[in-house]
T-cell receptor, first 110, second 115 residues
Framework: RKEVEQDPGPFNVPEGATVAFNCTYSNSASQSFFWYRQDCRKEPKLLMSVYSSGNEDGRFTAQLNRASQYISLLIRDSKLSDSATYLCVVKTGNNRKLIWGLGTSLAVNP | GAGVSQTPSNKVTEKGKYVELRCDPISGHTALYWYRQSLGQGPEFLIYFQGTGAADDSGLPNDRFFAVRPEGSVSTLKIQRTERGDSAVYLC?????????????FGPGTRLTVL
């Protein structure tokens, strides 16, 4: 079983739609959680960190459920510019390395 | 300010050759990371430096891969006797300290193609 699992998609949605991505992780000792965004042939960029209390940044909301070892990302009122791959990332304890999911591909259509 | 830079941006080589990939981290960042990303996959951790020393090299796939950071800034990833399976984008990232919540900033990557 992979340490971080995501539905690879692709998700094809119209502009203005709400879309949700899910991610599960296998190591219960994981302590830090992130969503990264990666555009085609570009490097990953941090979208947001994920906190136990949940956090929101504009149209983006991230949630963490430690009991279920589950992370989610909700995008509201999706824009064409949201088209990208969204990567779920986990860091365990004091371990510096990031463990990545395969990424979920999103295409927002006009 | 300047971000993480990597050179070359593209490298095409033949099977069996030796290659070096360079990473210039953000000035002042003590932690430096190398990842490898194959097509359709998420990045895969290779090695992490704190200062000049490799703090975790558990991701290096075999002894053909080696990385150095002699002065605690620029790092070079070295691959000997390249194989077709080494073809991937090699990503470098840096962070200020390397603590649990430090954001890692990525460079644009080096696309390595082994023919």
């Amino acid at each position: 079983r992979k340490e971080v699992e995501q539905d690879p998609g692709p998700f094809n949605v119209p502009e203005g739609a709400t879309v949700a991505f899910n991610c599960t992780y296998s190591n219960s000792a994981s302590q830090s959680f992130f969503w990264y965004r990666q555009d085609c042939r570009k490097e990953p960029k941090l979208l947001m960190s994920v906190y136990s209390s949940g956090n929101e940044d504009g149209r983006f909301t991230a949630q963490l459920n430690r009991a279920s070892q589950y992370i989610s990302l909700l995008i509201r009122d999706s824009k064409l510019s949201d088209s990208a791959t969204y990567l779920c990332v986990v860091k365990t304890g004091n371990n510096r390395k990031l463990i990545w999911g395969l990424g979920t591909s999103l295409a927002v259509n006009p | 300010g300047a971000g993480v830079s990597q050179t070359p941006s593209n490298k095409v080589t033949e099977k069996g050759k030796y290659v070096e990939l360079r990473c210039d981290p953000i000035s002042g960042h003590t932690a430096l990371y190398w990842y490898r990303q194959s097509l359709g996959q998420g990045p895969e951790f290779l090695i992490y430096f704190q200062g000049t020393g490799a703090a975790d090299d558990s991701g290096l796939p075999n002894d053909r891969f080696f990385a150095v950071r002699p002065e605690g800034s620029v790092s070079t990833l070295k691959i000997q006797r390249t194989e077709r399976g080494d073809s991937a984008v090699y990503l470098c990232a840096s962070s200020p300290v390397g603590g649990g919540t430090d954001t890692q900033y990525f460079g644009p990557g080096t696309r390595l193609t082994v023919l």
